[in-house]
């Protein structure tokens, strides 16, 4: 199987997870693969595609990513097709007529071409051997993403209730997954769920301080390198584009008030590496799968923990380490409660509102980041310190917080425990505010007792004594703060109690320059061999990453691979890569290597 791998695929081992899937399809089992986005669905169909005799019918809704895949394919020396609304009558009889001769392996379709009658009658004239539904959450309407074409799906199993079904999504609840192996009727499935870390990815959260001097030094970071700035709204995401041109990057905006071509085109540039920066909305990143973007900022908070995963999950599918950068202020908090109340259904206001309030404690809180998602998520992280988010890279000293956390305490209890964090501190700051006031707490003995302590420092300090559980604080965006068993038995105990030091300004966390895990790469010659990798995607009008990604790149301007035998070895060079590009590939190799005298390595097989 790994020998499969190589040869056709080029990679040298299986992501976790795609064995087991692969040898559950190979034995004709019905599958459903929950993976994370970047973790390497796709090959789960297209490896067992090869083996098996006949046709695999991929279901995708993505039209935009059907092309990429097919090219994908075809650069691996694998006949792929796929058939949806942008290709003609003529050229999909074309289609049906080789796959029905078994010329083709795996043909994608677009959901709505099952309702069809006569492709109905060419899937019955065909020999299939697999389906795989991609994207299979689409079939649920507990899902983010029904779509009522996926219905059509129901059928298909009818009429092949011997073909194997694989279905694939990144969509992790239960009532999705539970949804899909019922609307599908799949046969006793196995189930294969990976975890939804992504180790690769190094998270941060910032404050949204002179947030655009920041973002011009992330961007000179990642020079060259493609990146996604997420804005609040389509006006800021122009806005954005421009200043960054003026200051000499390129970058584009992409937003769903721009005509469909106006879109295509600014998404095409981005995905042919010919504009580094997009800035866009949310609107932007479900039909792209580009492997090679390494930064994606959030330039205002996004609207839930769901959409912010999904969207930093678009940095580094390939595996290499890429960063996301996220910007908090109180004013973009207080920016989306505003928008928030607008909302006139209650259901719906309350259910934002509470998404809303999970990102914040989010942002707030100094628990690691990434255990923080991946709790959020149902999973078990096990490590205190993933050593790659910003509390987790920030050494911070701890104080003797006894004192301030009594005060904390008592006022929570003086004031009746149905306040949120601001009031506590207004009361403890000694504000003289109407409510406060009226409600008799300034005449509290906790009134004005603390002086030494910004409100910024006390809201950290309340964040931390909710993670530590001394205090209790409700859902939603009027959250009341109570204090807990533990905080109790504290206030009575009077032990000595430590905390994180609150930021007062905040430490930058420096992305670590060659990040841990990564090749030290020639950087000259990588930039040779993209230049290349480019001239080449261009003549075949195809992305870059389909030529070589940049994991074989690097990997090529390390080992400096001088010979054929040498350069076959190289991840992500299959047998028919080797013959089409090797010898313009090698050739660069040389030239450099004759120029600059440096040693080629090696390259280790595996
Ligand atoms: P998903 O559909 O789960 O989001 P993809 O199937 O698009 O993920 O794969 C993401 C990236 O990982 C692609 O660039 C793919 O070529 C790469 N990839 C998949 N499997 C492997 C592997 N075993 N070794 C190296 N790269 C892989
Ligand atoms: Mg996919
Ligand atoms: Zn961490």
């Given at each position: 199987m790994e020998k499969l791998l190589k040869t056709h695929f080029g990679f040298d081992r299986f992501r976790p997870l795609q064995r087991k899937v692969i040898d559950d399809v190979l034995e004709g089992r019905d599958t459903l693969a929950v993976m994370?986005?970047?973790?390497?669905?796709?090959?789960c169909y297209q490896l067992p595609a090869l083996i098996f005799e006949g046709l695999t019918l991929v279901v995708s809704p993505l039209i935009s990513l059907m092309k990429d895949q097919v090219d994908a394919l075809r650069a691996n020396g694998i006949n792929a097709e796929f058939i949806n609304s942008s290709v003609s009558n003529s050229l999909i009889s074309e289609i049906m007529r080789s796959a029905v001769e078994g010329e083709i392996k795996i043909l994608y379709v677009a959901p709505?071409?099952?309702?069809v009658s006569s492709f109905q009658d060419f899937l019955r004239a065909v020999n299939l051997s697999l389906i795989a539904i991609d994207e299979?959450?689409?079939?649920?309407?507990?899902?983010h993403d029904f779509r009522p074409?996926?219905?059509n799906l129901k059928r298909l199993r009818r009429n092949f209730p011997y073909v194997p079904i694989i279905s694939l999504t990144a969509t992790a609840t239960a009532q999705v997954r539970k949804d899909i192996i019922k609307q599908l009727s799949l046969q006793r499935p196995s189930i294969s769920i990976s975890s939804f870390?992504?180790?690769n990815l190094s998270i941060f959260v910032r404050r949204k301080q002179n947030s655009f001097g920041k973002l011009l030094k992330l961007l000179q970071d990642h020079k060259n390198e493609a990146a996604i700035i997420y804005c609040f709204s389509r006006a800021e995401t122009e806005k954005m584009a421009v200043n960054l041109k003026k200051e000499g990057f390129n970058a584009i905006a992409y937003h769903g008030g721009m005509s469909a071509g106006a879109r295509r085109k600014n998404q095409d540039l981005f995905i042919k590496d010919k504009v580094n920066i997009i800035c866009a909305t949310?609107?932007?990143?479900?039909?792209?799968?580009?492997?090679?973007?390494?930064l994606v900022v959030h330039y205002t908070f996004p609207k839930s923990i769901e959409g912010y995963y999904q969207e930093i999950g678009r940095a580094g599918r390939d595996g290499l380490k890429s960063e996301c950068v996220l910007f908090y202020s109180l004013g973009d908090k207080h920016k989306y409660e505003y928008f928030n109340n607008e909302i006139e259904d209650a259901v719906e206001r309350r259910n934002a509102g509470l998404k809303i309030q999970n990102m914040i404690d989010f942002c707030e809180g100094n628990v690691c980041r990434r255990k923080t998602v991946l709790t959020y998520f149902g999973?078990?992280?096990?490590?205190?310190?993933?050593?790659?988010?910003d509390v987790c890279l920030c050494e911070r000293s701890t104080f003797d917080a006894t004192e301030i956390a009594q005060k904390i305490l008592s006022c929570v209890i003086r004031t009746g425990s149905r306040f949120g964090a601001k009031y506590i501190s207004d009361v403890l700051k000694g504000r003289k505010l109407k409510r406060i006031i009226e409600l008799g707490?300034?005449?509290?003995?906790?009134?004005?007792?603390?002086?030494?302590?910004s409100d910024d420092e006390l809201r950290q300090i309340i964040q931390q004594l909710v993670s530590a559980n001394y205090l209790i604080k409700t859902e939603g965006q009027y959250a009341q703060i109570s204090v807990s068993n533990l905080g109790n038995r504290f206030l009575k105990k009077k032990e000595s109690f430590f905390l994180l030091k609150p930021k007062e300004e905040e430490v930058e966390v420096k992305p670590?320059?060659?990040?841990?895990?990564d090749l030290e790469y020639d950087l000259d010659l990588f930039e040779l061999l993209r230049v290349e990798r480019r001239k080449i995607a261009d003549s075949k009008s195809v992305p870059p990453f389909i030529i070589f990604g940049d994991v074989s790149l690097r990997a090529m301007a390390y080992y400096y691979p001088t010979s054929l035998e040498e350069f076959a070895?190289?991840?992500?060079?299959?047998k028919q890569k080797l013959a089409r590009f090797g010898e313009v590939f090698v050739g660069i190799v040389k030239g450099f290597v004759d120029e600059t005298g440096v040693l080629p390595i090696e390259v280790p097989e595996k």
């Open positions: 994370m986005t970047g973790g390497g669905k796709s090959l709505e071409r099952l309702a299979a959450h689409c079939i649920s309407e507990w899902g074409d996926y219905r870390d992504r180790d949310i609107a932007f990143g479900m039909g792209i799968d580009k492997p090679d973007v390494r999973e078990n992280y096990a490590k205190d310190n993933c050593g790659n988010c707490h300034s005449n509290l003995s906790v009134f004005g007792l603390v002086k030494d302590y670590l320059v060659t990040r841990k895990g070895k190289i991840t992500g060079v299959g």
